[in-house]
């Protein structure tokens, strides 16, 4: 199937600096994307380029097969939802968001109802006079929404667009902006550093750092089968012992760690005497009881730090032997007295052996 | 145990008095001339003796005045439309691009401001005279091109200033979304960016038109024969002074006043 | 109205940084380079040439500077300049700081109406302000007229009108708004949280004044009166109105007669270019020792000094 927006070698240099280093991806018509990464990682240039703000330095940008790099902004196909909305002030509502129509020459009759249908999807309807100046920030994110779905784009967008509003809120957002992308079938490109929004809403995730792929994949994926210390450590929460590689084969590694061997998935080809990382999430880790760890299961021995209650959970802090730190969400009824002398164990495929 | 109590605050009254003193010094010397304005006499000496519209009616009647008047306005105008088409893309250039030189440019256009107005006046005077531009040429009716080239030289650095102030402060990604729009720069200029513009321009137009009017250092070396209002009222000075040179002042700041105040409400409108 | 699909050779152009920066700066360089760089540029070059039997003479000599800095005159008027200039500015800081503290912290009410009540004169016809001196301080101006009416003097004084104190006088009396709009900008911009916190930590007024305040205006105290020096300096309107013909000549003067009656545009412009590099120079200064001072403007977020003596003129 061929992408509805193909980034071929896309590179952006300042000076030295590459932002953004031979990205090469291939978005699906249709398809929630979402580019997450830390600050600098050049998820938002790379928005930005798309987008025509940016002009790469190098490689394309392929749109209906046609390389739209060169085009400025205001012939692509594509619209923007800004991080900090960017309405025009001087124009109410209803004229920001009928702004793309009027460019495009929409006759009048055409343009109030598609801008009534916008409003109505966003659930701003009533509102269409008012000055952005006197809408909340919630209300300020809807228009701009629907000032850009209004063109029906076929690529829409995001910057970010939830970062200034308040968690519950945020939220409430998320939920609201994957149900219209579902019903509306547009293309939506997220940009986000928030981990958790990103597993929440997308179909698939471009986790970036310095420039390139971290890994690409569905939220399961890179939330089960982190292919590196760095993505492992950057979605969820996890635990990570580094240690030697002894011994890859096929499927299964097994790392020493300290003292103990311990055994999991390979994720990624790596050769005995490789420093390495053994991943394993705190959910699937037990406090095993008197009859000891599974078959099946790594074991280690710690004393429980720390039991913090988190309402759903025990997040229980365990220290090894060697002073390393390992959590387990355990159920909260669970009794781990601090100083308490524990086994901890979790079957081995949930545990994973990466580079970094 | 009763609070002590606070020492008496001596600090602020004096300061309130040195504050009023010295804006009855600011205001002082123009208060004097507009009274002597109305004064009843033709020796401007105390005892002052108010009440006549004499000085006024004798300006009205003064045809080198109003000629004079006429050619400051015609000059004014001229050098507002020409610092606005040359100091607005200016402003932009500083704001928004880089190259090399920019830091010389940007301190080449401050200098009219800060420099003696005297030594851009003779400058231009060597320019002109070395290219032999002479001082009365251009269109009939109309200063000459030397004075309205250099009104324009010596004030686009107002507009720039000003302009580009205002556009430091714009949000850029209000722009970026205009173009995401499918406006291009020509329509995101007119319908996003010069709103919110608008007020420094007009700002800065008005600033141009009142200190053109006033200009003396510039425009006395570059007129050709046609005196502008403060070149008249110079040349009356320095024969003596007449009380109609009052009458003139005080219209001239009564039309200061009214200007400025129109600025000050137009850029307080952005806030 | 469709989308394009594919860029066209407009597009590409566009594209490029260089040509927009080309376009962009084509019209304000094009007329900076030909209104301002090229008169100043040449006016230095006049100042190497000759002026032999009443016609300026393209031939190189530095017989110009030799003149300047030879002749008395010269260097004792821009000194005598520089005198004049230093005083202004000093009573025009001890004038307008006040004010300036005045308006920004004990004014509640109306204090932009206020604010702009002290500015308006600035923009008030130059000459009008320094003609009004005139009238107060002649012989038979209203200063004499007030004194002798009262009794306190017989006879007209003669020194008040055409000296050097009129000029300092008059020049104070018209650069102390101006000095003051910096002050006030950077005064305006102190957070009330700084003065509450100094209280809080147990200092007297006068200390929060000395040790916070005081301070943090220095930016603006150092761009007015910057300004307030340089512009004073080279002023001519208040030295020739008000300075009688000899006791009070300052430099401008020298240009304005140099270029006019005493024809002689060479050396005119060999005065010109000193009193040129001279205010570069006190600029430079200026800005170095703000960067020395520098608190990193965001605490106290001063201004731009620029943005900030916008609003003042030059003559």
Same mark, same amino acid.
């Given at each position: 199937?061929?992408?509805?927006?193909?980034?071929?070698?896309?590179?952006?240099?300042?000076?030295?600096?590459?932002?953004?280093?031979?990205?090469?991806?291939?978005?699906?018509?249709?398809?929630?994307?979402?580019?997450?990464?830390?600050?600098?990682?050049?998820?938002?240039?790379?928005?930005?380029?798309?987008?025509?703000?940016?002009?790469?330095?190098?490689?394309?940008?392929?749109?209906?097969?046609?390389?739209?790099?060169?085009?400025?902004?205001?012939?692509?196909?594509?619209?923007?939802?800004? =991080?900090?909305?960017?309405?025009?002030?001087?124009?109410?509502?209803?004229?920001?968001?009928?702004?793309?129509?009027?460019?495009?020459?929409?006759?009048?009759?055409?343009?109030?109802?598609?801008?009534?249908?916008?409003?109505?999807?966003?659930?701003?309807?009533?509102?269409?006079?008012?000055?952005?100046?006197?809408?909340?920030?919630?209300?300020?994110?809807?228009?701009?929404?629907?000032?850009?779905?209004?063109?029906?784009?076929?690529?829409?967008?995001?910057?970010?667009?939830?970062?200034?509003?308040?968690?519950?809120?945020?939220?409430?957002?998320?939920?609201?902006?994957?149900?219209?992308?579902?019903?509306?079938?547009?293309?939506?490109?997220?940009?986000?550093?928030?981990?958790?929004?990103?597993?929440?809403?997308?179909?698939?995730?471009?986790?970036?750092?310095?420039?390139?792929?971290? =890994?690409?994949?569905?939220?399961?994926?890179?939330?089960?089968?982190?292919?590196?210390?760095?993505?492992?450590?950057?979605?969820?929460?996890?635990?990570?012992?580094?240690?030697?590689?002894?011994?890859?084969?096929?499927?299964?590694?097994?790392?020493?760690?300290?003292?103990?061997?311990?055994?999991?998935?390979?994720?990624?080809?790596?050769?005995?005497?490789?420093?390495?990382?053994?991943?394993?999430?705190?959910?699937?880790?037990?406090?095993?009881?008197?009859?000891?760890?599974?078959?099946?299961?790594?074991?280690?021995?710690?004393?429980?730090?720390?039991?913090?209650?988190?309402?759903?959970?025990?997040?229980?802090?365990?220290?090894?032997?060697?002073?390393?730190?390992?959590?387990?969400?355990?159920?909260?009824?669970?009794?781990?007295?601090?100083?308490?002398?524990?086994?901890?164990?979790?079957?081995?495929?949930?545990?994973?052996?990466?580079?970094? | 145990?009763?609070?002590?109590?606070?020492?008496?605050?001596?600090?602020?009254?004096?300061?309130?008095?040195?504050?009023?003193?010295?804006?009855?010094?600011?205001?002082?010397?123009?208060?004097?001339?507009?009274?002597?304005?109305?004064?009843?006499?033709?020796?401007?000496?105390?005892?002052?003796?108010?009440?006549?519209?004499?000085?006024?009616?004798?300006?009205?009647?003064?045809?080198?005045?109003?000629?004079?008047?006429?050619?400051?306005?015609?000059?004014?105008?001229?050098?507002?439309?020409?610092?606005?088409?040359?100091?607005?893309?200016?402003?932009?250039?500083?704001?928004?691009?880089?190259?090399?030189?920019?830091?010389?440019?940007?301190?080449?256009?401050?200098?009219?401001?800060?420099?003696?107005?005297?030594?851009?006046?003779? +400058?231009?005077?060597?320019?002109? +005279?070395?290219?032999?531009?002479?001082?009365?040429?251009?269109?009939?009716?109309?200063?000459?091109?030397?004075?309205?080239?250099?009104?324009?030289?010596?004030?686009?650095?107002?507009?720039?200033?000003?302009?580009?102030?205002?556009?430091?402060?714009?949000?850029?990604?209000?722009?970026?979304?205009?173009?995401?729009?499918?406006?291009?720069?020509?329509?995101?200029?007119?319908?996003?960016?010069?709103?919110?513009?608008?007020?420094?321009?007009?700002?800065?137009?008005?600033?141009?038109?009142?200190?053109?009017?006033?200009?003396?250092?510039?425009?006395?070396?570059?007129?050709?024969?046609?005196?502008?209002?403060?070149?008249?009222?110079?040349?009356?000075?320095?024969?003596?002074?007449?009380?109609?040179?009052?009458?003139?002042?005080?219209?001239?700041?009564?039309?200061?006043?009214?200007?400025?105040?129109?600025?000050?409400?137009?850029?307080?409108?952005?806030? | 109205?469709?989308?394009?699909?594919?860029?066209?050779?407009?597009?590409?152009?566009?594209?490029?940084?260089?040509?927009?920066?080309?376009?962009?700066?084509?019209?304000?360089?094009?007329?900076? @380079?030909?209104?301002?760089?090229?008169? &100043?540029?040449?006016?230095?070059?006049?100042?190497?040439?000759?002026?032999?039997?009443?016609?300026?003479?393209?031939?190189?000599?530095?017989?110009? &500077?030799?003149?300047?800095?030879?002749?008395?005159?010269?260097?004792?008027?821009?000194?005598?300049?520089?005198?004049?200039?230093?005083?202004?500015?000093?009573?025009?800081?001890?004038?307008? /700081?006040?004010?300036?503290?005045?308006?920004?912290?004990?004014?509640?009410?109306?204090?932009?109406?206020? &604010?702009?009540?002290?500015?308006?004169?600035?923009? !008030?016809?130059?000459?009008?302000?320094? &003609?009004?001196?005139?009238?107060?301080?002649?012989?038979?101006?209203?200063?004499?007229?007030?004194?002798?009416?009262?009794?306190?003097?017989?006879?007209?004084?003669?020194?008040?009108?055409?000296?050097?104190?009129?000029?300092?006088?008059?020049? @104070?009396?018209?650069?102390?708004?101006?000095?003051?709009?910096?002050? /006030?900008?950077?005064?305006?911009?102190?957070?009330?949280?700084?003065?509450?916190?100094?209280?809080?930590?147990?200092?007297?007024?006068?200390?929060?004044?000395?040790?916070?305040?005081?301070?943090?205006?220095?930016?603006?105290?150092?761009?007015?009166?910057?300004?307030?020096?340089?512009?004073?300096?080279?002023?001519?309107?208040?030295?020739?109105?008000?300075?009688?013909?000899?006791?009070?000549?300052?430099?401008?003067?020298? !240009?304005?007669?140099?270029?006019?009656?005493?024809?002689?545009?060479?050396?005119?412009?060999?005065?010109?270019?000193?009193?040129?590099?001279?205010?570069?120079?006190?600029?430079?200064?200026?800005?170095?020792?703000?960067?020395?001072?520098?608190?990193?403007?965001?605490?106290?977020?001063?201004?731009?000094?620029?943005?900030?003596? !916008?609003?003042?003129?030059?003559?």
């Amino acid at each position: 199937m061929t992408p509805i927006l193909d980034l071929r070698d896309l590179t952006k240099r300042f000076g030295d600096f590459a932002a953004v280093d031979h990205l090469s991806l291939g978005v699906a018509a249709g398809e929630f994307l979402t580019l997450l990464g830390a600050s600098g990682s050049g998820k938002t240039t790379t928005l930005r380029m798309v987008a025509g703000f940016e002009p790469p330095t190098a490689g394309q940008i392929l749109m209906g097969g046609v390389d739209i790099a060169a085009l400025p902004p205001f012939k692509r196909d594509i619209n923007t939802v800004f =991080q900090h909305y960017a309405l025009f002030p001087h124009m109410s509502v209803r004229d920001n968001v009928a702004y793309g129509l009027r460019m495009r020459r929409v006759p009048a009759a055409e343009r109030e109802e598609r801008v009534g249908r916008a409003l109505t999807m966003v659930k701003l309807d009533g509102l269409a006079g008012r000055s952005p100046r006197q809408l909340s920030g919630g209300q300020q994110q809807r228009v701009a929404l629907a000032r850009a779905l209004v063109n029906r784009p076929r690529v829409l967008l995001l910057d970010e667009p939830l970062g200034a509003l308040d968690l519950k809120l945020r939220k409430a957002m998320q939920l609201e902006l994957k149900q219209l992308q579902a019903e509306l079938g547009i293309t939506f490109v997220y940009v986000t550093h928030d981990q958790e929004e990103a597993l929440t809403m997308s179909d698939r995730i471009v986790l970036m750092r310095a420039g390139r792929i971290a =890994q690409m994949g569905t939220p399961r994926e890179l939330y089960d089968r982190p292919a590196s210390r760095y993505v492992a450590d950057f979605i969820g929460d996890t635990n990570l012992l580094a240690g030697t590689v002894v011994e890859q084969s096929g499927e299964a590694a097994a790392l020493r760690v300290g003292d103990a061997v311990l055994r999991g998935a390979a994720g990624g080809s790596l050769a005995p005497g490789d420093q390495a990382w053994l991943t394993v999430r705190p959910e699937a880790i037990r406090l095993a009881d008197s009859a000891g760890p599974h078959p099946g299961e790594n074991a280690l021995a710690g004393t429980v730090a720390d039991a913090v209650y988190a309402g759903a959970a025990l997040r229980v802090h365990v220290a090894l032997a060697d002073g390393r730190r390992v959590v387990a969400n355990v159920p909260s009824g669970t009794t781990a007295a601090n100083g308490r002398a524990v086994t901890l164990a979790w079957p081995v495929e949930l545990g994973r052996v990466v580079g970094e | 145990m009763t609070a002590p109590a606070r020492p008496a605050d001596r600090i602020t009254p004096a300061l309130w008095l040195t504050g009023g003193l010295v804006f009855a010094f600011i205001y002082l010397p123009l208060a004097v001339v507009i009274v002597y304005a109305f004064h009843d006499s033709p020796i401007i000496a105390w005892p002052l003796r108010l009440g006549t519209l004499h000085w006024f009616a004798d300006l009205a009647r003064d045809r080198g005045m109003l000629e004079a008047a006429l050619a400051s306005l015609k000059l004014a105008l001229l050098a507002v439309v020409l610092a606005l088409i040359l100091g607005v893309p200016g402003a932009f250039l500083l704001d928004r691009y880089q190259f090399p030189g920019k830091t010389a440019f940007r301190r080449l256009v401050l200098l009219p401001l800060i420099l003696p107005g005297i030594i851009t006046g003779v +400058s231009l005077l060597t320019f002109f +005279s070395f290219i032999g531009l002479g001082l009365s040429s251009g269109f009939p009716l109309v200063p000459g091109w030397p004075v309205v080239l250099g009104h324009a030289a010596a004030l686009t650095s107002v507009v720039i200033t000003q302009v580009f102030a205002r556009l430091q402060r714009l949000d850029r990604a209000q722009e970026e979304a205009s173009q995401d729009l499918y406006a291009n720069e020509w329509q995101t200029f007119r319908y996003i960016t010069f709103p919110s513009i608008r007020t420094a321009v007009l700002g800065a137009g008005l600033l141009v038109f009142t200190l053109s009017l006033d200009e003396i250092a510039v425009t006395f070396f570059l007129i050709g024969r046609q005196n502008t209002l403060p070149l008249q009222i110079w040349g009356l000075l320095r024969r003596g002074i007449t009380p109609e040179v009052n009458a003139a002042a005080t219209v001239i700041f009564a039309l200061s006043v009214a200007v400025i105040v129109v600025w000050a409400r137009l850029v307080r409108d952005e806030r | 109205m469709s989308l394009p699909a594919a860029p066209t050779l407009l597009d590409r152009i566009r594209a490029r940084p260089r040509i927009r920066t080309a376009v962009a700066a084509a019209l304000p360089v094009g007329f900076v @380079t030909a209104l301002l760089f090229v008169p &100043y540029v040449l006016l230095l070059v006049h100042s190497f040439w000759r002026l032999r039997g009443g016609v300026i003479t393209h031939e190189w000599t530095l017989d110009n &500077y030799r003149r300047l800095f030879g002749t008395s005159l010269y260097p004792d008027t821009i000194l005598f300049s520089a005198g004049v200039a230093l005083r202004v500015t000093l009573c025009s800081l001890l004038l307008a /700081y006040p004010l300036a503290y005045l308006l920004a912290f004990k004014v509640r009410r109306h204090k932009q109406l206020m &604010y702009m009540a002290v500015i308006i004169p600035l923009w !008030v016809s130059y000459l009008v302000r320094a &003609y009004a001196w005139k009238i107060i301080l002649g012989q038979s101006g209203i200063l004499n007229g007030l004194l002798q009416s009262a009794g306190l003097v017989d006879q007209p004084l003669t020194f008040l009108l055409y000296s050097r104190w009129a000029v300092i006088l008059a020049l @104070t009396h018209i650069y102390t708004p101006f000095t003051l709009m910096p002050i /006030y900008a950077v005064l305006e911009a102190i957070p009330p949280a700084l003065k509450e916190a100094s209280a809080d930590l147990y200092a007297s007024r006068w200390q929060t004044f000395r040790r916070i305040v005081l301070p943090l205006s220095i930016p603006g105290v150092l761009a007015g009166c910057t300004f307030a020096f340089v512009l004073s300096m080279g002023d001519f309107l208040a030295p020739q109105l008000l300075g009688g013909n000899d006791s009070a000549l300052m430099v401008s003067n020298l !240009v304005w007669s140099l270029f006019g009656v005493a024809y002689n545009w060479p050396l005119g412009a060999a005065v010109s270019v000193v009193v040129l590099l001279l205010t570069v120079f006190l600029l430079w200064l200026a800005n170095r020792v703000e960067t020395a001072m520098n608190y990193g403007g965001e605490v106290a977020g001063a201004p731009d000094r620029r943005a900030v003596s !916008v609003g003042g003129r030059g003559v």
